[in-house]
């Protein structure tokens, strides 16, 4: 393995922490302020706002992305190296679903909704109605950088945004097809792309949006939430951690290794849900690992590095974050005093000239290793021994919450005990990963995975604000709410405001004889 510069302990979350912060509360980087003026005077004016213009956005918007589909598997083969099927799945069809499923529900999405309304304010009736929040900024990461920047897109076209889109600068093929597809297929008026690095990002952080929308790691997203802080602008952080699986004794196992390998291993690990290490009880383990084995050569080959549908690194900075952790655990002693099995891959076979991990697969790794408190973000799979369900369950409730869980397991009760014990962004049966197709499943973390969903009409409700509208009627108007009040009124307003207003035995009475009298009267219509 060729050596590299060391990485910061911190690892992959703080990979551009430390510039943004040193610019955060600085001037440097170009003005943003005419761009948000200028979406800010379109959003006033209500441009974005009528069912026909989002409904046109988004199927533009659609045709460019079709259009471009053979454009865009290029550019994330360029960028990131991977297998044409995956540039297809991840970022093409995954983004056109939205796209299509926004379209076809927006106009009931938009829909003023009604609610209940108190007898005691009657006349009248309540309502919830769904503005847009305004001009939002959404900052897209890498790893998917056509989908995580135009799927959150979809959500503020169809609630009635103006937004600014900032494509990653890691993926630079990615990120100029991006601006072609906004600048082709939006109004410009309501819809911008702006590239850049660092100075433009922390330029667009010290503006006032409407929210914000992050996707990416955890030490960014607190530069994120500190500018947003300053003009308390909500935001929607969608982060990430160390997805665990927990695999029981009943699982099919074949089954089990093929879809965590692949979920693994689709984009070479670089998936913020990917199963980040897996927990099985000593018995299961061994078949497990011979499954993960087998299933493992089936994929790739006897060298994947020859392998046409095995990814890359997405450039040597993070290559050498991923080998530091491999290294580093390959050299730990395991439960028992015993070292670290290296079962399939490892660090001997990695070249950093091509941006090439191998497929790795981790056995005996302590719980305490750095590769176990650090999200991997890469083709490294560890595997860990527990006794028990009971005890995985302890496990992941004692490390911060994953943006995703997956159980794998024959009987059904254990999953869902194993779901009633934890806590996770999402979670998944027997599979992994695909859970975020469902567009009728909102996405998202919880604690340090992230704050707030989207995906279908959670990327709606993302950028709307619910806003509660009361009508009242003047027909009737009792005097008893207004001053002077009158005491000998209070024992009738604590039965109307209170209750009850009739006492229990009459109640029950009244209920009797309206069902009495109602089944007599359907009887003398037989």
Same mark, same amino acid.
């Not at 004692?398 to 024959?410: D, N």
């Given at each position: 393995m060729t050596t590299a510069a060391p990485t910061t302990t911190a690892g992959f979350a703080s990979v551009r922490q430390g510039t943004l912060d040193g610019e955060a509360n600085g001037a440097s980087g170009p003005d943003f302020a005419p761009v948000l003026a200028a979406l800010r005077a379109s959003q006033r004016a209500g441009k974005p706002l009528p069912l026909e213009f989002r409904l046109a956005q988004l199927r533009s918007l659609q045709e460019s992305v079709t259009r471009r589909c053979d454009e865009i598997i290029a550019a994330v083969a360029t960028d990131l190296g991977r297998p044409r099927t995956e540039g297809l799945i991840g970022e093409v069809v995954s983004t056109i679903d939205e796209i299509k499923f926004a379209a076809a529900n927006v106009g009931g999405w938009m829909e003023p909704e009604s609610v209940p309304h108190p007898v005691q304010l009657t006349p009248g009736r309540s309502v919830i109605v769904k503005e847009p929040v305004g001009v939002a900024l959404i900052?897209?990461?890498?790893?998917?950088?056509?989908?995580? !920047? &135009?799927?959150? &897109?979809v959500g503020a076209i169809a609630a009635g945004c103006c937004a600014v889109v900032k494509p990653s600068e890691v993926v630079p093929t990615c990120a100029a097809l991006v601006q072609t597809i906004v600048d082709e297929a939006l109004d410009s008026s309501c819809y911008r792309c702006v590239q850049g690095e660092v100075p433009e990002t922390s330029a667009l952080l010290r503006l006032q949006w409407d929210h914000i929308f992050y996707t990416g790691n955890a030490a960014v997203a607190r530069v994120v939430l500190t500018a947003a802080a300053k003009h308390l602008t909500p935001v929607t952080l969608e982060l990430g951690g160390k997805s665990p699986v927990i695999v029981h004794e009943s699982a099919n196992l074949e089954i089990a290794a093929r879809r965590i390998l692949h979920g693994k291993f689709f984009n070479?690990?670089?998936?913020?849900? /990917?199963?980040?290490?897996? =927990? !099985?009880? #000593?018995?299961?383990?061994? /078949? %497990? +690992?011979?499954?993960?084995? @087998?299933?493992l050569k089936v994929m790739f080959g006897a060298d994947p590095q020859t392998a046409r549908s095995y990814g890359r690194i997405v450039n040597e900075r993070h290559w050498a974050r991923v080998a530091a952790l491999l290294t580093e655990a390959e050299a730990l002693q395991g439960a028992g005093g015993k070292g670290v099995k290296v079962l399939a891959g490892g660090s001997a076979k990695a070249v950093q000239s091509d941006k090439y991990i191998p497929p790795t697969i981790l056995s005996d790794v302590p719980a305490d290793a750095r590769i176990m408190r650090e999200e991997i973000f890469g083709p490294v799979l560890p595997i860990l021994s527990v006794p028990s369900v009971d005890a995985a369950v302890d496990?992941?409730?004692?490390? @911060?919450?994953?943006?995703? =869980?997956?159980?794998?397991?024959?009987? +059904?009760?254990?999953?869902?005990?194993?779901?009633q014990r934890t806590s996770a962004g999402g979670t998944c049966i027997n599979d992994n990963v695909v859970h975020l197709s469902n567009s009728h499943l909102p996405f998202g973390g919880v604690g340090p995975s992230g704050t707030g969903q989207y995906h279908g009409k959670h990327s709606?409700?993302?950028?709307s604000h619910q806003r509660a509208v009361m009508y009242r #009627?003047?027909?009737?108007?009792?005097? /008893?709410?207004?001053?002077?009040?009158?005491? #000998?009124?209070? +024992?009738? *307003?604590?039965?109307? %405001?209170?209750?009850? =207003? =009739?006492?229990? #035995?009459?109640?029950?009475? %009244? *209920?009797l004889a309206l069902a009495v009298g109602v089944g007599l009267k359907i009887k003398s219509k037989l």
């Open positions: 900052i897209a990461p890498w790893n998917f950088p056509i989908n995580l !920047c &135009l799927s959150p &897109l070479n690990g670089q998936i913020c849900v /990917a199963p980040d290490y897996i =927990l !099985c009880d #000593g018995a299961t383990k061994p /078949a %497990l +690992e011979a499954a993960l084995l @087998e299933q496990f992941v409730n004692s490390r @911060e919450k994953p943006l995703a =869980l997956y159980v794998y397991s024959g009987d +059904e009760a254990v999953a869902t005990d194993v779901v709606f409700d993302a950028f #009627g003047t027909w009737l108007d009792l005097k /008893a709410r207004y001053p002077p009040y009158d005491d #000998g009124a209070i +024992e009738g *307003m604590k039965k109307v %405001l209170i209750g009850p =207003l =009739l006492p229990p #035995g009459v109640a029950k009475a %009244l *209920m």
